[in-house]
């Protein structure tokens, strides 16, 4: 009966210390749980507040990035003004200048169109021409008759004035074919050297010949100056010099101061003040014999 009783005693004694064993390991592995979930717990709080702290350090950054992008969009705002504020100005100063050359364009190509022909060619000679013709044609049709007249009669003493009279006019009157010759002879030189582009020299040329009366180089002189052709363009001294042409009847002249005279009173009215000045050459002279060289 006693070793029964003994087993059993031992039995006990041997369940308590397995009991005592497993709650010994219960309870280490329970503070050994409680110690990793405290470690667990402050690495997720450090880790925790580390991410809190660079997400706020990156709100910090984004705010600035946004802050900066809207000062560039506000600084870029005023530029975009300020370019369309200059390309307003811009086009305003374009179509400005756009409509001035327009408007340049436009009397410069009226003004060739008035001068649209290449020179003054009227239907007849011009009027020198004319009156210096008609006037060699009546003095030697005079001086025939009177020849003849005087063939047949007996010769005096009481003549010789007559004839001295009679040499005299025809010397008179070849001189000036002779110089007649030499301004024509110029004016063909000026057309010349004009359509050799030699625009100078054919300005010079048609200038002398038209303040020695030629009808035609008055014409050319005052198409030069209105073309700038050989000199600085002057189109009151070229409306001049056609005045001075209509005043001895050049049909182009004629009508080109009428156009003037209806659509440009103010420039006819300067124009025709300094016409008169035009009309005798400063050194008339000088001009003779640069034109009988030139024959």
Same mark, same amino acid.
């Given at each position: 009966?006693?070793?029964?009783?003994?087993?059993?005693?031992?039995?006990?004694?041997?369940?308590? $210390?397995?009991?005592?064993?497993?709650?010994?390991?219960?309870?280490?592995?329970?503070?050994?749980?409680?110690?990793?979930?405290?470690?667990?717990?402050?690495?997720? #709080?450090?880790?925790?507040?580390?991410?809190?702290?660079?997400?706020?350090?990156?709100?910090?950054?984004?705010?600035?990035?946004?802050?900066? #992008?809207?000062?560039?969009?506000?600084?870029?705002?005023?530029?975009?003004?300020?370019?369309?504020?200059?390309? /307003?100005?811009?086009?305003?100063?374009?179509?400005?200048?756009?409509?001035?050359?327009?408007?340049?364009?436009?009397?410069? &190509?009226? %003004?060739?169109? %008035?001068? $649209?022909?290449?020179?003054? %060619?009227?239907?007849?000679?011009? /009027?020198?021409?004319?009156?210096? $013709?008609?006037?060699?044609?009546?003095?030697?049709?005079?001086?025939?008759?009177?020849?003849?007249?005087?063939?047949?009669?007996?010769?005096?003493?009481?003549? /010789?004035?007559?004839?001295?009279?009679?040499?005299?006019?025809?010397?008179?009157?070849?001189?000036?074919?002779?110089?007649?010759?030499?301004?024509?002879?110029?004016?063909?030189?000026?057309?010349?050297?004009?359509?050799?582009?030699?625009?100078?020299? $054919?300005?010079?040329?048609?200038?002398?010949?038209?303040?020695?009366?030629?009808?035609?180089?008055?014409?050319?002189?005052? &198409?030069?100056?209105?073309?700038?052709?050989?000199?600085?363009?002057?189109?009151?001294?070229?409306?001049?010099?056609? %005045?001075?042409?209509?005043?001895?009847?050049?049909?182009?002249?004629?009508?080109?101061?009428?156009?003037?005279?209806?659509?440009?009173?103010?420039?006819?009215?300067?124009?025709?003040?300094?016409?008169?000045?035009?009309?005798?050459?400063?050194?008339? /002279?000088?001009?003779?014999?640069?034109?009988?060289?030139?024959?």
């Amino acid at each position: 009966m006693k070793k029964p009783s003994q087993i059993f005693e031992w039995f006990e004694k041997m369940k308590a $210390s397995y009991e005592q064993s497993v709650q010994s390991v219960l309870d280490r592995f329970e503070q050994n749980n409680l110690v990793q979930q405290k470690r667990f717990d402050k690495a997720m #709080l450090e880790n925790f507040t580390n991410l809190k702290q660079a997400n706020k350090m990156q709100k910090q950054q984004y705010d600035e990035q946004i802050s900066q #992008l809207h000062n560039d969009i506000v600084f870029y705002k005023q530029q975009i003004a300020q370019q369309n504020k200059s390309i /307003e100005q811009l086009n305003s100063r374009y179509d400005a200048v756009v409509g001035r050359l327009l408007v340049e364009n436009n009397k410069q &190509r009226d %003004i060739k169109e %008035i001068f $649209s022909e290449d020179i003054f %060619i009227p239907p007849q000679d011009n /009027e020198m021409s004319l009156k210096n $013709s008609v006037e060699h044609n009546g003095t030697d049709h005079v001086n025939t008759r009177e020849i003849q007249e005087n063939e047949c009669q007996p010769s005096s003493t009481s003549n /010789e004035p007559f004839i001295d009279d009679l040499v005299q006019l025809t010397m008179d009157s070849t001189e000036s074919s002779n110089e007649q010759d030499a301004i024509n002879n110029m004016y063909e030189k000026a057309l010349l050297h004009r359509d050799n582009n030699e625009l100078e020299q $054919s300005f010079a040329l048609f200038e002398q010949a038209a303040q020695l009366g030629h009808l035609k180089a008055m014409g050319a002189t005052g &198409r030069a100056y209105f073309l700038a052709e050989g000199i600085d363009e002057n189109q009151v001294m070229g409306l001049a010099w056609l %005045i001075n042409a209509a005043d001895k009847k050049l049909p182009q002249a004629i009508s080109r101061v009428n156009h003037f005279q209806e659509n440009d009173p103010d420039l006819y009215q300067q124009a025709l003040n300094i016409s008169l000045e035009t009309k005798t050459p400063a050194n008339e /002279e000088q001009i003779y014999h640069n034109a009988r060289e030139l024959a």
